[in-house]
C-alpha cells in the first residue's frame, strides 16, 4: 500500500514539475523577437540615430517607448537601445540599458547573453576611466564564458583586462592577460586576433617594459600575419610601430625605410586617420637627423591632418615636436608661439573634460534618479509576481495532497475490505474445524456412552436389537427415527418397543427408561 501511495505521489510531483518546465520553454520561446518585430525595432532604433537627441531625459523618454512596445522581447530591446547610445558615445544611457538589458537575461536564464551584457558594461566602465569596476566586470564575464565553453569571447575578456591593466600602468599583469588571450586564439587557430594580441604584447615591452627587443620580436610575429594581406589596416600601423621602436633604440636607416613604408600604405588605403601619426614620428626621425626645417613642415602636415580626425593626441604629439624642431633650428620666438599653441590646446582640452564631466555628473544623477523608479516598479511588480506564483503553488499542493490523501483513503479501504474477507475466511475455515472437531468428539462421546448403557441394562434380559430400540428411545428419538437409525420398518419398532415393555414390566417409554436407570 505504501508502495503504491508514495509511487502516485510521485508521478503527481512530476506532472507538476512538467507543467513548470512547460511554462519556462513557453516563456523562452516568447523572448525569441519574430521578423516582423524586429523590422519595426530597426526603424525605430534608425529614426532616432538619424534625429538623435542631445537631451538625456528625451532619449530616455524615447528609449521607454519603444521597449514597451515590446513586452516580451524587453532584453534584447534594452540590448540594441544600449548600443544605440554607445555608438553615440553616451555612456550614461548604454551602460543603463545594458544593466536592464542584464536583468532580464538573468531572469530568463541566458546565460551567455547575461555575460555578454556584464562585459559591455565593463568596457563602458574602462572608457569612463573607472577600472576597478570594469575589471570586476570583466572577470564576472569570464567565469561564465569560462563555463560555457566559449573560447574566442573568454580571449576577448582576457584582451580587454590586460588592456586595463595597461592603462594603469601594472604591465606585468597586462602582458599576463594578453597571453592568456593569446594562447586561446592560436589554440583554435584565429590569426588575425593573434596578430592582435602580438601586437598588445609588444606595446607593453616597448612602452611599459623598456625591451625593445621583444617588443620588435612580437610586433613582427603579427607582421607576419597582417602582411598575408596588403590591404589589412593594421599593416600599416604595425610597420609604424616597428620603425618607432627602432628610432628608439637609434637605428635610424631602418626607422626611415619603415615609416616610409607605412606611409605609403596609408596612402594607397586611402587610411588618412592614420597617416598623422606616421607623419608625426617622421618628423621626429627629422630632429634626430637634424633636419629641422623638414620636421616643421612634417609636424605642421601632422597637426592639420590630426586636426580634421578629431585626434586630440596627435595633434598635441605633433605641436610639441613643432616647438622642438624651432628650437632645433635657434627660432625660440616660433618655439614659444608652438609651445603656447601647445598648452592653449591642453587647457582647451582640460576645460572640455571639466564641462563634460560636470555634464556626466547631472546626467548620472537623472539616470540613477530615473533607474530608483525603475527599480522600485520592478520590485513592486517582483513581490506581486512572487506572491502570485506562492498562490498558485500553494493551491498545486494543495490540490496533490488531497489527491494523494483520497488515494490514500482509496488504498486504505480497499486494504481494509480485503483484511476483513480475509478475516471472515480465516473464522470461517475456524469454525469449520472447530465444527469436525465437535463432531469428532460427539460421535466418541456418544459410542462411549452407548456403551456403558448397554452394558448396564444386560440384567433385563432383552435382545441386542431390543437393547439398541431402548438406547434410542433413552435418547429421545421416536419410532419413526428410530426405524430409520436402524434401517428396520416402523411396524418392527413398535414390535421391539413392546417386547422391551413386556420384559420390563412398563407402560410407557418413561418407566421403561427409569427403571433401567438410563440418563439420557
Not at 510531483?13 to 530597426?42: G, P
Not at 586611402?270 to 607623419?279: E, F, V, Y
Request: net charge positive; proline share 1%; charged share 25%.
Amino acid at each position: 500500500m505504501n508502495t503504491k501511495f508514495i509511487l502516485y505521489f510521485q508521478l503527481l510531483l512530476v506532472f507538476a514539475i512538467a507543467f513548470s518546465c512547460s511554462k519556462q520553454q513557453e516563456k523562452a520561446k516568447n523572448e525569441r523577437i519574430n521578423h516582423s518585430d524586429s523590422l519595426l525595432l530597426s526603424n525605430l532604433l534608425d529614426t532616432i540615430n538619424r534625429n538623435y537627441p542631445q537631451n538625456n531625459d528625451s532619449l530616455i523618454l524615447l528609449s521607454e517607448r519603444i521597449i514597451a512596445k515590446f513586452p516580451l522581447h524587453k532584453a534584447h530591446v534594452n540590448e540594441k537601445i544600449a548600443y544605440l547610445h554607445f555608438t553615440h558615445s553616451n555612456y550614461i544611457l548604454a551602460e543603463h540599458f545594458f544593466h536592464a538589458s542584464s536583468r532580464y537575461y538573468f531572469s530568463d536564464s541566458l546565460k551567455e547573453n547575461y555575460a555578454d551584457q556584464i562585459g559591455n558594461i565593463g568596457v563602458i566602465n574602462e572608457l569612463s576611466g573607472n577600472y576597478p569596476q570594469a575589471i570586476s566586470n570583466y572577470l564576472k564575464a569570464l567565469s561564465i564564458f569560462d563555463s560555457l565553453n566559449k573560447e574566442i569571447k573568454c580571449s576577448k575578456i582576457y584582451n580587454n583586462i590586460g588592456i586595463v591593466y595597461q592603462q594603469i600602468n601594472e604591465p606585468e599583469k597586462a602582458l599576463f592577460y594578453f597571453k592568456k588571450s593569446l594562447d586561446i586564439t592560436q589554440k583554435i587557430g584565429k590569426k588575425q586576433l593573434s596578430a592582435n594580441r602580438f601586437n598588445n604584447i609588444a606595446t607593453i615591452y616597448e612602452d611599459y617594459l623598456n625591451n625593445l627587443d621583444s617588443a620588435i620580436y612580437y610586433y613582427n610575429k603579427s607582421l607576419e600575419i597582417y602582411k598575408i594581406d596588403s590591404t589589412d589596416i593594421n599593416l600599416p600601423i604595425v610597420i609604424n610601430n616597428i620603425g618607432f621602436v627602432y628610432l628608439k633604440k637609434e637605428k635610424l636607416e631602418n626607422a626611415d625605410s619603415l615609416f616610409s613604408r607605412a606611409l605609403f600604405l596609408c596612402i594607397s588605403q586611402n587610411r588618412r586617420n592614420n597617416i598623422a601619426p606616421i607623419l608625426r614620428n617622421i618628423a621626429t626621425l627629422q630632429i634626430k637627423k637634424k633636419k629641422f626645417s623638414e620636421a616643421i613642415i612634417t609636424g605642421k602636415e601632422a597637426v592639420k591632418i590630426a586636426k580634421n580626425n578629431t585626434n586630440i593626441e596627435i595633434e598635441l604629439e605633433s605641436l610639441s615636436v613643432i616647438e622642438k624642431a624651432y628650437e632645433g633650428l635657434g627660432d625660440f620666438f616660433k618655439a614659444t608661439i608652438a609651445l603656447k599653441e601647445y598648452h592653449s590646446l591642453k587647457e582647451k582640452i582640460s576645460g572640455e573634460n571639466q564641462k563634460n564631466e560636470i555634464n556626466k555628473l547631472n546626467i548620472q544623477f537623472d539616470v540613477k534618479e530615473k533607474e530608483n523608479r525603475i527599480t522600485i516598479l520592478e520590485l513592486e511588480n517582483n513581490v506581486q509576481q512572487r506572491k502570485l506564483r506562492q498562490l498558485w503553488l500553494s493551491i498545486l499542493l494543495l490540490i496533490i495532497l488531497l489527491l494523494g490523501f483520497y488515494i490514500f483513503y482509496r488504498l486504505q479501504k480497499k486494504n481494509n475490505q480485503l483484511e476483513m474477507n480475509q478475516m471472515q475466511r480465516d473464522i470461517q475455515d475456524y469454525i469449520s474445524q472447530i465444527e469436525e472437531m465437535n463432531d469428532s468428539k460427539f460421535e466418541k462421546d456418544t459410542d462411549n456412552e452407548k456403551s456403558f448403557i448397554l452394558e448396564s441394562i444386560n440384567k433385563f434380559d432383552l435382545s441386542d436389537r431390543e437393547k439398541e430400540v431402548l438406547f434410542l428411545i433413552s435418547q429421545g428419538y421416536k419410532n419413526a427415527e428410530i426405524g430409520e437409525k436402524l434401517f428396520i420398518s416402523l411396524n418392527t419398532v413398535k414390535t421391539h418397543t413392546k417386547n422391551i415393555f413386556s420384559k420390563l414390566d412398563v407402560r410407557n417409554r418413561i418407566e421403561a427408561v427409569k427403571k433401567t436407570q438410563i440418563i439420557p
